[in-house]
């Protein structure tokens, strides 16, 4: 796992995020973020992923909330979708 400063990261993000290690960000000698390279999903630990999923799933809750969407209607979409697929 490489180790790099905020300033660092922000002059050398896209160089970093090319990579194939993890990356450790520090902000002031302690630690601020972890980013992962998503060249391969499979080497991001499965609780990093976990977390993510949790993550936008609530988000992505919290906006069709907001918008007025209801469970039945998004079950109804995904039966429509699922049927059209099969044809």
Do not use: C, N
């Not at 490489?2 to 630690?31: C, N, W, Y």
């Not at 949790?54 to 969407?69: E, S």
């Not at 109804?76 to 099969?86: I, L, N, P, S, Y």
């Amino acid at each position: 796992m490489k180790t790099t400063s905020i300033r660092d990261f922000r002059s050398r993000m896209a160089e970093l995020l090319e990579g194939d290690e993890p990356v450790l960000v520090t902000r002031h000698g302690k630690q601020a973020a972890v980013l992962y390279p998503l060249h391969d999903p499979k080497k991001i630990p499965v609780e990093i992923r976990r977390k993510i999923f949790l993550d936008l799933t609530k988000q992505i809750g919290k906006q069709l909330d907001a918008r007025g969407v209801t469970d039945e209607e998004i079950e109804r979409d995904f039966a429509a979708f699922k049927k059209r697929r099969r044809r």
